[in-house]
């Protein structure tokens, strides 16, 4: 089996693994908290996107343009995850602020730098490191405030988790892809395989965050 052929089946393992944090969301909705609820909203929108963009990928068509949108909704409701904890750190006015910014740098460098049918490079990047922001942000005031008595039993901790090894582990593959395609295939194929495997461990987060239920800090 060549290298190619590989990452298409970590790929398609990737896309479907998605549906199980999609079955609990569906199944403990009516027990889950608001940042659950959004990070639910989430998981089936990433679903639906993922399912769709396979659908067009198997008839060989462009499916990129679909990951331009992915990225504005996906930031838009994790920044909406943290809005409480930002509100410790920033003005409140600061989250919505921030979504706004994000959207129009997305919007421009779709038109002008990356292209609507390229990889969103500049958006994947911006986007990655303000969530690592939120996530630290995150640590950091759990760590001061000491508010959380049970760790493993609060969503947002699972939630910080999960984007913390993803968007750090995909950091430089957002910076290289759009190069890689052009100029070096073989690192590309090797992006695929390590962006589907820490999809999936995000995933894996994801339902741990979903399942648990903390009412000992609110």
Request: hydrophobic share 60%; aromatic share 16%; glycine share 2%.
């Amino acid at each position: 089996m060549d290298l190619m052929a590989t990452a298409r089946i970590f790929a398609r393992i990737s896309t479907w693994f998605v549906l199980i944090p999609t079955f609990i969301f569906l199944f403990r909705f009516f027990r889950l908290n608001r940042e659950q609820k959004i990070l639910g909203i989430l998981i089936v929108i990433s679903a639906f996107t993922e399912l769709v963009s396979f659908s067009i990928a198997m008839r060989e068509s462009g499916n990129l343009y679909l990951l331009h949108i992915y990225t504005i909704i996906q930031f838009t409701l994790l920044t909406l995850i943290y809005r409480s904890t930002l509100r410790k750190l920033f003005l409140p006015i600061f989250s919505s602020a921030i979504i706004v910014l994000f959207v129009c740098v997305a919007i421009l460098a779709a038109a002008y730098i990356d292209g609507v049918t390229f990889f969103n490079s500049v958006a994947r990047v911006v986007e990655s490191l303000l969530v690592l922001t939120y996530v630290l942000g995150f640590f950091v005031l759990t760590l001061r405030e000491l508010r959380v008595r049970y760790l493993e039993k609060e969503p947002l901790f699972w939630i910080s988790t999960a984007l913390l090894i993803y968007f750090s582990g995909n950091l430089f593959i957002f910076i290289l892809y759009n190069y890689s395609l052009r100029h070096d295939i073989s690192a590309l194929v090797w992006g695929i395989i390590i962006h589907s495997v820490l999809a999936v461990m995000k995933n894996i987060l994801y339902c741990i965050a979903l399942w648990v239920q903390n009412n000992t800090n609110k």
